[in-house]
Each structure stands twice: as structure tokens, then as C-alpha cells.
């Protein structure tokens, strides 16, 4: 059962190596969300999402024979990232297994990293199979996006270091894909304060865990086609949803439209700029869904300017 001193023990193993990322506040977004809100800014952490905090708790604890052989990852950006990056710290190398249609400035900055990627199509093609399989044969560690303790204890310390700063939230908004950054999110708000509720926030087209709470077990449903491609998971992972199910108070949806126009509303009004899935929490708050005291994660930055454009065209 992940807790909140595995969150705790990872902060220590990040200290010195992840951004301890500033909490942004803004009085016009106060007004508009009708809440005293704390936006915890991700997309200033190194490779400009949360990633890299799970990535490298889990590289940290890799034996010297399993760095030596090198490790694996399959991920549709941000995760590949993070892996590439915490492998060159530790001198070790890496494969990522990535959709065929991922952005390309999430594949050059992979690549920039130095890491090797094998594509695959996310419509046909099972990703945890071809990235089990892929570390079998090459013999090297798999560090999943999310179904690992210690990558969903290594997410969970954006949440601590939020509440560490601000205080005590009454509400603590934090996007959902495979459901690790939840996961450690939900362990270290409800570890330091019981009466936190965690509210997950989805993609409409993309709510496999809104229907796997109300169902009471994993459902799945078709791969997602929306613009938050960070969050097109097709079913919670099974980790990550034994702990979702005992502490996500309540999951909420968002429209493309309503993620376009937070990521308009942080450019204009914060000068944040914010990739599709690191706007949907925004997108929540935005929305008026939230009173009190309201902690949101911002999950990450990484968008091409010409991306970024056309979807705010």
C-alpha cells in the first residue's frame, strides 16, 4: 500500500534534482473561479512536466547491473522524457516505446535526451505488450508511466510540496491519464490532512476512471481521440486504481473546448503556456466547479508553438 512516507522518501531522493516548481496565484482567476485558488506549476519541472519526479525515484533504485543493461519505457511524451533524462543521470541508456502520432517536439526532445524510439500505432497497437515484450527481449528494466509504487510515490511530491508551501486545501484538483500523479497525489494530501478532497479531472471522451469508480472495478473503453493526448489512457492502471478507489473523492470531465480555453485563459491573463493535458484541471477551476481553498496541479508545458497555435486558431 503506497503511503505517505514513500512519498516522503521520494522527496528526499528528488531534492537537489526535480524544480521545486513555484505555486502561482492569480486575484483574476480567483474571481473567475469564484475560489482562493493555488495553481502548482509542473510545466516549469525539468522536461516541463511531472514525469521526472516518478521517472527518477524509480531509476534511483535500480541495481548497477540493471543500469548497465539499460531501460525501457513506453509513454506518449512526457514519461519518455523523464525516463531519457533520469537515465543519462545515472549514466545508464534507454528505449521508448511512443504512439506513431506524438507531437514532434515530445519525440526531439526524447531524442535530445538520448534515448532510442520504437513507434507504435496507439489505435491498434497494446502498448503494454509491446513494451513488456521489448524489455524482455533486450533484457533491460521497464519503468512504466504510472503502474509502479515508486513512480506513483514520485508523482505524489508535487502534491506535498504544494501543501508543504500554501497549507491545508479544502480541495486538491489533479488531472488523470494512467492515474499515477493521482494516485501519489491523493496518498500525500489525504497522509497530511484527511479532510482534503481530491478531485480527478478527465478528458470527456477519455473518463475510464469516472466510469471504473462508479462501476466499483477497471473499465475500458475505446482509445481516446482528444486533444489531451497525455490523457488517453484506455483503462486505470491496476495499481494506481487500488489506490484511486480508496482516496479520489470524485472525478470531473472536460470538452476540447473548455481545455482550449483554459490554455488561452494561462497564456492571456497568467503567461503560462500549458500543453492540452496540463490545462485540464485549469479547465475545472475555470468552470466554477470548486469553492475554498483550491490546490490545482498544472501537470506540464510541453507543446510546439505551431501545435499551440493551431488548437487556440
Known sequence: MLTLDDVQDAAARLRGVAHRTPVHRSRTLDGRAGAEVFLKCE??????????????NAVSRLSPEQLKRGIAAYSSGNHAQAVALAASEFGSSAVVLMPADTPQSKVDAV??????????????????????????DRGLALIPPYEHPHVMAGQGTAALELIEEVGAVDTLVVPIGGGGLI?????????????????????????DTKLSLAAGHRVAIPV????????????????????NQRLVDDVTLVTDDEIRAAMRFAFERLKIVLEPSGATSLAAVLRGDFDGRVGVILSGGNIGPERFAELLA
Open 183 to 207: 494516485a501519489g497525489s491523493a496518498t500525500a494530501a489525504k497522509g497530511l490532512d484527511r479532510r482534503i478532497r481530491v478531485v480527478g479531472v478527465e478528458p470527456e471522451f477519455g473518463n
Open 224 to 243: 481516446p481521440r482528444t486533444i489531451a493526448d497525455g490523457q488517453a489512457a484506455e483503462t486505470p492502471g491496476e495499481l494506481t486504481f487500488s489506490v
Open 111 to 136: 531524442r535530445g535526451y538520448g534515448a532510442e524510439i520504437v513507434t507504435y500505432d496507439r489505435y491498434t497497437g497494446d502498448r503494454v505488450a509491446i513494451g513488456n515484450a521489448l524489455a524482455e
Open 43 to 56: 510545466n516549469f519541472q525539468r522536461i516541463g512536466a511531472f514525469k521526472i519526479r516518478g521517472a527518477y
